[in-house]
């Protein structure tokens, strides 16, 4: 019930593409879903989060689509840059305010 | 301004000693987390302090672990008597308050031999 899903494990794009990463939830609670971008040696960086009353945000080359009849989300990556290559986590909260994070997906964008 | 800071950055400790790690909010933030990043388990929650109502408690592993948020502001995590097992990246975030955008802070590397 508590778990964040998240997929794939690991992506590989050239540079200009378009990754997409998935995760799904359970937990109808859930009321916030933030997107977090860690880089090695580094603690996780909010990148963009979205409430459940609206089906996309997007904050620059960064786009979160949310599907509540579903119980998913994923985050767009547009044109994505060599310096986008980090992992990322998922996460979601409900009134309780503790983040259930995905279990990350590590990208890779080639020049 | 400045954001959540830890310390130490990295700590070797030896199985069975105790260990307290520390974390610096963003001032002016009510809200405190402790997390924990390990191979295996990845990203899970430990702990919750929000100003000053009783302390969430609901995710440390065990009861070695403790936490105290002294004067609403500066946060230590003990372990007491380390395993293996704890050797892990403790995560510490803030936010300006319930419901609000965690930031977290670089983290403590935490190896236990």
């Known amino acids: 019930q508590q778990q964040v899903k998240q997929s794939p494990q690991s992506l590989i794009v050239q540079k200009g593409g378009i990754p997409i990463i998935n995760c799904a939830y359970e937990n109808t609670a859930f009321d916030y879903f933030p997107w977090y971008q860690q880089f090695p040696g580094k603690g996780p960086a909010l990148l963009i989060a979205i409430r459940p009353d609206v089906s996309e945000k997007k904050e620059g080359r960064f786009t979160i689509s949310f599907n509540k009849s579903a119980k998913q989300f994923s985050l767009h990556i547009m044109d994505s840059q060599p310096g986008d290559s980090a992992t990322y986590f998922c996460a979601a909260t409900d009134n309780t305010d503790k983040l259930i994070f995905g279990t990350g997906t590590r990208l890779q964008v080639f020049p | 301004g400045a954001g959540v800071s830890q310390s130490p950055s990295n700590k070797v400790t030896e199985k069975g000693k105790d260990v307290e790690l520390r974390c610096d909010p963003i001032?002016?933030?009510?809200?405190l987390y402790w997390y924990r990043q390990s191979l295996g388990q990845g990203l899970e929650f430990l702990i919750y302090?929000?100003?000053?109502?009783?302390?969430?408690k609901s995710g440390l592993p065990s009861d070695r672990f403790s936490a105290e948020r002294t004067g609403g502001s500066v946060s230590t995590l003990t372990i007491q008597r380390t395993q293996q097992e704890d050797s892990a990246v403790y995560l510490c975030a803030s936010s300006q308050g319930p419901s609000g955008e965690q930031y977290f802070g670089p983290g403590t590397r935490l190896t236990v031999t």
């Open positions: 302090f929000q100003g000053n109502s009783a302390p969430d």
């Open positions: 001032s002016g933030h009510t809200a």
